[in-house]
């Protein structure tokens, strides 16, 4: 045996990659999920910005 699962403390084989007993990564990294909310909020600021600046040009030539 090779180690033990971290999760669960199941042994493990020599090139087991999961745990058999939890399913936890035994050795198999899993990428983290990307931060896509900091990026929505930043496209919604602009987008409203933009928004913002139309709704000001149009009252303008409204104005004239």
């Known amino acids: 045996m090779d180690g033990r ?7 493990l084989a020599p090139r087991q ?3 058999l007993r939890c399913g936890a990564g035994a050795r198999t ?13 930043a496209g919604l600021a602009v987008a409203l910005v933009a928004l ?13």
């Open 29 to 41: 990294m899993i990428a983290p999920t990307p931060r896509w909310a900091v990026r929505a909020g």
């Open 52 to 64: 913002a600046g139309v709704g000001w040009a149009i009252a303008a030539l409204a104005g004239r």
């Open 17 to 19: 990659r999961w745990c």
């Open 5 to 11: 699962c971290v999760a669960c403390g199941e042994a």
